[in-house]
């Protein structure tokens, strides 16, 4: 079982950043893939970024690759996301997943975190 926490969410003006963390419970956090989706009111959750047990790949959603980075620590349990150059596109509530495989697919990942809101304003 993994318990995810996500934090680091707030407003923010258009070109602006944030940093967002996710803190994995358990032991066993660098056998899971790690991903970053986000959902706003009536859409589906939609991919962002995901990132191997070993961070040594990554993977983007076009609509924030050159924008957004992620990362991981495995010593502390934690996946990152720095949001940079920030859009009005952005705003949504941002959650952190791990899985067993790097998909963009939100059926591959077991565990979810409760998730964070990003607002950005102009």
């Known amino acids: 079982q993994v318990q995810l926490v996500e934090s680091g969410g707030g407003f923010m003006q258009a070109g602006g950043s944030l940093r967002l963390s996710c803190v994995a419970s358990g032991r066993t956090f660098d056998r899971y893939v790690m991903g970053w989706f986000r959902q706003t009111p009536g859409k589906e959750r939609e991919f962002v970024a995901v990132?191997?047990?070993?961070?040594?790949?990554?993977r983007y959603a076009d609509s924030v690759r050159g924008r957004f980075t992620i990362s991981r620590d495995n010593a502390k349990n934690t996946v990152s996301l720095q949001m940079n150059s920030l859009k009005l596109e952005d705003t949504a509530v941002y959650y952190c997943?791990?899985?067993?495989?790097?998909?963009?697919?939100?059926?591959?990942?077991?565990?979810w975190g409760q998730g964070t809101q990003v607002t950005v304003s102009s």
């Open positions: 990132i191997n047990w070993s961070g040594s790949s990554t």
């Open positions: 997943a791990a899985g067993i495989r790097g998909t963009s697919s939100l059926d591959e990942y077991d565990y």
